[in-house]
């Protein structure tokens, strides 16, 4: 009886630790509880720079070789390699939609980026899903309604 009650006293245990661990606490895959703030609070911190740029069917990150990024106050993205400097505009909004590229419900939040000029820089322009967040990589995905295709950026802090 005694060896029942250690049994069923570890049980209970390890029923309350184990779904509490996740083994990667730095990671996070993005689901629909995600608050907008911890995204917002993570991307203006510090620069960041892209390491990897997918467009549908095209690896296209030496667009942005040598460039670091600043997710600034008031929505301004800033981007620079020492000789050019592009601004833009960076938002996290609540999509709060059922799209049919919504993987995550109705309560997801997209990564918006605004470019005018140049053009390689105007493709970063979209409302991007947040498919990966950590205090030093933002993994961003967009399915194109037009052509069907899907674009990847990520952003890593420098």
Not at 85 to 91: A, C, F, K, Q, V
Not at 97 to 120: A, Q, V
């Amino acid at each position: 009886m005694k060896n029942l009650t250690k049994k069923m006293a570890l049980g209970a245990i390890l029923a309350i630790v184990i779904p509490s661990c996740n083994g990667d606490d730095d990671a996070s895959t993005i689901s629909g509880n995600q608050n907008a703030q911890e995204v917002i609070n993570t991307v203006r911190s510090g620069t960041w720079k892209i390491t990897y740029y997918f467009d549908t069917d095209q690896d296209e990150t030496t667009d942005f070789n040598g460039y670091n990024f600043t997710f600034g106050t008031g929505n301004v993205l800033t981007a620079t390699n020492g000789t050019n400097t592009y601004t833009g505009t960076w938002s996290v909004t609540n999509s709060d939609s059922s799209d049919d590229d919504d993987d995550n419900g109705s309560d997801d939040l997209d990564f918006n980026i605004g470019f005018s000029s140049p053009e390689k820089f105007q493709e970063l322009t979209d409302d991007w899903d947040i498919i990966e967040r950590s205090a030093n990589v933002i993994k961003l995905r967009d399915v194109s309604g037009g052509n069907g295709g899907t674009d990847y950026v990520t952003f890593t802090k420098n």
